[in-house]
């Protein structure tokens, strides 16, 4: 990791393009349940606004394992997301 803006900057952009794939799936099945598919946007903000404050804790000691761990948490949580879109 390069340095906290980047990996603010893959945070935003993986959650993003997680909640836009929703809206599209959304958008291209007008006539199926929404309620899965807001859960999973929801759980996606949700995600986002612990790895934000995560980022943001100021009282860590190893801040490379810190940040590397957050890392590992967004493509953990990413995947299961994911996972869940394409089971709708």
Known sequence: ????R???KD????LG?????VYVWEYTNPTKETKESEAIIDDAIET???LIAKVNAKDVENKKAHFKSINTELE???RELIERINKL
Not at 1 to 4: I, R
Not at 11 to 14: E, F, K, L, S, T
């Open 76 to 78: 953990t949580k990413g």
């Open 48 to 50: 986002f606004d612990v």
């Open 17 to 21: 393009d997680i909640i836009e794939a």
């Open 6 to 8: 980047d990996l603010k």
């Open 1 to 4: 990791m390069a340095n906290k």
């Open 11 to 14: 945070i935003n952009y993986v």
